[in-house]
């Protein structure tokens, strides 16, 4: 299914803007406030307060497309794992980012990296454990040789989907569907936010949120 941006109201925007000084930032009232948007908002929020768009030469309207895309691709019928969890993931470390002069060191492509990876790290997670897809030889587990299956399979979705993987590859399909719900980008828009990246940047980026 495609997917449409939030819209954020002034209330919602002013409740936001607090959220690097706050350690009681309450995800849950942004979600109200953003109508159960509080990844893709707050995300965005994120990404232009510590002005990480421009010196990359990513488009906002890119960007605002790929976090649509990546809060759509958790699945709301799960208790814990979902983008509400996402969300609160990434005001945390962007808290730290704040307030930890050790961390005000980085630069921007690490900084970019570090939101990108908690923005993505639980990306479709299925609510069973890796234990659980291993005893069950899901076809998630078997993919990955039962090493690292979730995570590994949280990464690979998000390059899959940001970079336009092998979606033509029909193992690689049911497995996603295999795991409920899930959108697309429209076609024909851009969501590539590493698309403006040189290959070194790319490369350090990856590695990042790999590591």
Not at 146 to 153: G, P, Q, R, S
Not at 172 to 180: G, I, P, Y
Request: net charge negative; aromatic share 10%.
């Amino acid at each position: 299914a495609e997917v449409e941006e939030a819209r954020v109201t002034p209330e919602a925007q002013r409740y936001i803007d607090s959220a690097v000084h706050s350690w009681d930032f309450d995800v849950f009232y942004l979600g109200k406030l953003t109508g159960d948007r509080p990844l893709s908002t707050l995300g965005l929020a994120l990404f232009r307060t510590h002005d990480l768009l421009a010196p990359l030469h990513i488009e906002e309207a890119t960007m605002a497309r790929w976090l649509t895309l990546m809060e759509c691709n958790y699945l709301a019928d799960n208790a814990y794992h979902n983008a509400t969890h996402a969300a609160d993931v990434l005001q945390t470390l962007a808290f730290f980012f704040h307030h930890d002069p050790a961390q005000q060191s980085r630069d921007k492509l690490e900084m970019f990296a570090c939101f990108v990876a908690a923005i993505a790290h639980d990306l479709r997670h299925p609510g069973r454990t890796n234990n659980f897809l291993v005893s069950t030889t899901h076809g998630i587990a078997l993919l990955y040789n039962d090493h690292a299956v979730l995570e590994n399979f949280h990464l690979s979705t998000l390059f899959r989907l940001t970079l336009g993987g092998p979606e033509t590859d029909v193992f690689a399909v049911d497995l996603l569907q295999d795991f409920r719900g899930g959108a697309a980008p429209a076609p024909g828009c851009d969501i590539n936010i590493f698309g403006s990246l040189d290959v070194a940047q790319f490369s350090r980026a990856r590695r990042i949120i790999v590591g």
